[in-house]
């Protein structure tokens, strides 16, 4: 894989996404003068006896305390060969490496690696070149330290868990190599690397910064800027089998409330049900779904059909102040509603995946300036103009993860509202009262043996409320730290990393709904076309048998029945093969080669695993993705 250069200045989400997956990194040559000059500064001013905090003092609650100029205390763990200034760096990543829990993953390890070695070469944390070589190193011989997941409170920065990552530059810890977990001495040994001892600040440059948030944040906002493209195409796979209304989408509607991300949600639904012959379709052509019979069907290929299907004949006394609707559409009552609108789970997903879209790219512009800012403390500015050394070594605040963690929070509201109406596409579609005309769960249950996908839309609830009950934001609660010194906090790492792990549950939800409409859109494409393939091929009595609230022959309005039903069956006969949209239909395809239709109950703890896995491998996207780009 290419090398990734790090200057501190230019990094990009997509380039942190290349290392934490692989990719080498390199030092920009040219900026390594700046990073030198900063280190060679703080030597001088030590050499000068000047105070600089963190360099000749104390931590924190602990600042007040200047270094001796001789070590008062000996013996136990003390090195008599180590100077006060390099036990006081060295102390502070060992006693700060105190995670707890499950490590990260390797590649947010990687990532956070990336993200520390760019923002250090700014120039303004007083690493020295050597140093900064070495994490390199480690990083591009394959060592992944462990970092636990527990232990950062976001303010200064992610201490504890950048600690578990610089102690094994020093040859403590733990870390992986090639999957295998080991001591961090021995994991340097094996790529043939040493152990590094610091120098000043060199400690607080490698572990006073927003690293972990950061890193977790990018990989999470990856996931999610998948997710929502895929909740587009589950949300298009199921108004194609509603034969929904597409006039919420038009071009039209959206620029009178122009939502950045509303917009491109209506553009995306409105390339992905391109072609479709299903949306739109007029109301008196969807037959409803009835239970299949054996005296359903007269021929033995329609008797292979997973259903019957039927229509209500809406009597001329009951269509007074009507004519005009009945002028233009035909008096038959199927499967859909003579109404305009669509519910809001399908009229509204522009506004409501929009606005998810609007939380992500607000959450990316704050990365993608945190991902070239300098964030630890203090700053070092070697060439200004000062008076006092407290002008050139500033004492700030960048450290503090509340940028990231706010718009982690709102990320992290937007996720369970993703879900949520997703989950609740999939219950319309299960739901006979609400299902336009389908099979109750979506399966025929001729002899009332039968659950269908009723269970499916538990397991969605279940996990969009357990989403919800995840999304209070922790960036609300800070809980002062060493000893009241640092006295809010922002919660971000917390905040991150429920990010993180809350979007592979919204994709597991996501997997759900398609799983479910593919099914439904099978159901609702046979019924149509099944209603087309009777008209092309029966006479109008035929196609009369299937429609229920005939008048008596001989009748006044027996003589109109007929003549509405003949109108119907030409109507039908005369239309093309009904089809969903193009990268709809894609999609579905993509389902049913690891998915195949269930006319009957099955097993379905595989049809779900593999369900998910199409959504977490991209695979349903991209075959979306491929039948967009083709048209």
Known sequence: MKPVRLDGRSLTRAQVLAVAFGAPVELDEAQLPAVARAADFLAEQVAREEPIYGVSTGFGSNADRLLGSYRLRQGGAVNPHESLHAEL???????????????????????????????????????RVETLRALAAMLNAGVVPVVPQL?????????APLSHLAIVLLGGGEAFVDGERMPGRDALARVGLEPVTLSYKEGLALNNGTAQMLATGVLALAKLEELVDTADLAAAMTIDAFAGRLGAFASEVHALRPHPGQVDVAAHLRALLAGSTLADIPYHLVPRFRPWLPESWETGEARELRFDIGWDWVPTSQRHGREKFYARFRPFRGGKKHQPQDSYSLRCVPQVHGAVRDALA?????????????????????????????????????????????????????????????????????????????????????????SGFMIVQYTAAAIVNDLASRAMPASVYSIPTSANAEDHVSMGANEARHVLAMADDLGKVLGLELYTAAQALDLRRDMINAARALARTASAGQLASKVAGAPRAGTPDHAVFVEEVEGLRAELAAADEFRPGAAVDAAHAAIRESIAFMPFDRAMDGDVQAAVQLVTSGRVLAAARRALAAH
């Not at 232990?151 to 992610?158: K, L």
């Open 89 to 127: 760096q060295n102390n502070l990543i060992v006693t700060h490496a105190v995670c707890v829990g499950e490590p990260f993953a390797p590649e947010v390890v990687r990532a956070m690696l990336c993200i520390r070695i760019n923002t250090l070469m700014r120039g303004h944390s007083g690493i």
């Open 151 to 159: 232990g950062s409170v976001g303010a200064s920065g992610d201490l």
């Open 362 to 450: 607000q959450a990316a512009r704050v990365l993608e300036i945190e991902l070239n800012s300098l964030t630890d403390n203090p700053i070092v500015f070697p060439d200004a103009e000062a008076e006092h050394v407290e002008q050139q070594v500033v004492s700030a605040g960048h450290f503090h993860g509340m940028p990231l963690a706010l718009a982690m929070s709102y990320v992290k509201a937007a996720i369970p509202v993703l879900a949520s109406i997703s989950e609740r596409r999939l219950n319309k579609l299960v739901d006979p009262a609400t299902n336009d005309g389908l099979p109750a769960f979506l399966i025929g249950n001729e002899d009332a043996t039968e």
